[in-house]
């Protein structure tokens, strides 16, 4: 996995873009978020972080927070923990029985705020239990943080990626993948949980697959892509 430099995107708001192989010839572009609270930072889903990017973490501020927000994301995060042993790691309870080697801190909370609800909210996204995802929303920039449940790639290297991608419904659109929807075992609580995530108002989508979308363009991609999603139950 290669990482690229962290960038600015708003205000206490930053993200680096990472690429990992899954496959042959299929690889994913992932992203980490990186978000400076009152408490101190809080980094979403890391990605393979170097000493160049350790270095310009630590510039914005003392890493506290560390969150595994599924699953499935949760590959760099013990090397995170390792070297920010200060920092508190969140992942979902069932992430401990998959990860028994992962120091995790503290379960994400499935009902009320985490520890950094001064300024980002959450959202357990209920009823697929292979994935276990919660998704973020920054309130002061309005930005909605998702891992799996919304891709939006448009271009990515690899012979079988585009072909892949096409097969599940998620290539060039923002779009949610039939395998999630397969995958999904209640529909009444994943409905819940994606009006909960539509009444935010997102301006801004950042997927950790894909391109950010902003504005109109960012309402009307996540209503399209939960639209099934919200209409169970």
Do not use: Y
């Amino acid at each position: 996995m290669t990482g690229s430099a962290l960038r600015a995107i708003d205000e206490d708001l930053w993200c680096a873009d990472g690429l990992l192989r899954v496959g042959p010839g299929f690889w994913f572009t992932t992203r980490m978020v990186v978000i400076r609270t009152d408490e101190g930072l809080w980094l979403h889903s890391p990605i393979e972080i170097d000493e160049a990017m350790a270095a310009a973490i630590e510039a914005l501020g003392p890493v506290r927070f560390i969150v595994a927000p599924s699953l499935m994301h949760h590959l760099f995060a013990g090397p995170a923990k390792e070297r920010w042993p200060q920092a508190k790691l969140f992942a979902p309870a069932a992430l401990g029985k998959k990860r028994a080697d992962l120091a995790i801190d503290e379960a994400l909370a499935v009902e009320g705020p985490g520890p950094w609800s001064a300024s980002i909210d959450q959202v357990f996204i209920a009823g697929a239990p292979s994935v276990d995802e919660f998704v973020f929303f920054h309130r002061s920039t309005r930005s909605l943080i998702v891992t799996d449940l919304i891709f939006n790639i448009h271009q990515a290297p690899g012979w079988a990626t585009p072909w892949i991608l096409r097969m599940v419904g998620a290539w060039r659109r923002p779009a949610q993948s039939r395998i999630w929807r397969a995958g999904t075992k209640d529909k009444a609580a994943a409905g819940a949980a994606a009006r909960k995530v539509l009444d935010w108002k997102a301006q801004r989508l950042i997927p950790a697959h894909g391109e950010l979308l902003e504005g109109q363009a960012c309402e009307a991609g996540v209503a399209g892509a939960l639209a099934w999603m919200a209409g169970a139950g």
